[in-house]
Nanobody, 125 residues
Framework: QVQLVESGGGLVQAGGSLRLSCAAS????????MAWFRQAPGKEREFVAR???????????DSADSVKGRFTISGDNAQNTVSLQMNSLKPEDTAVYYC???????????????WGQGTQVTVSS
């Protein structure tokens, strides 16, 4: 079992920054990939970014409302934490952000089998 706990969400004005953190505990070595997903009201949960514990490979969503260039994912294997630095936030970034752990380097929701409870990020215009 892997337990994930997110923190760092809140209310911020457009153009501002937030840093989300995810603390992992339990059998963390059993899962190679840590990722961030988000779910806005009335929308499906979507992939944001991922990082591999072995090798540190990172990948960001390349959708129309791309976070690439604004968000940075990083990990600390010694501390079993993964962070998401979010800069130049936009109102459309408003969502509940979830930390997830999985075996494979994918962006598919179903490939991640451990999830945190989520943290709310609200960006005001």
């Amino acid at each position: 079992q892997v337990q994930l706990v997110e923190s760092g969400g809140g209310l911020v004005q457009a153009g501002g920054s937030l840093r989300l953190s995810c603390a992992a505990s339990g059998r963390t070595f059993s899962r190679n990939v840590m990722a961030w997903f988000r779910q806005a009201p009335g929308k499906e949960r979507e992939f944001v970014a991922r990082i591999s514990r072995r090798g540190g490979n990172v990948y960001y969503a390349d959708s129309a409302d791309s976070v690439k260039g604004r968000f940075t994912i990083s990990g600390d294997n010694a501390q079993n934490t993964v962070s998401l630095q979010m800069n130049s936030l936009k109102p459309e970034d408003t969502a509940v952000y979830y930390c997830a752990a999985g075996l494979y380097e994918t962006r598919l929701l179903q490939d991640y089998d451990y999830w945190g409870q989520g943290t709310q990020v609200t960006v005001s215009s």
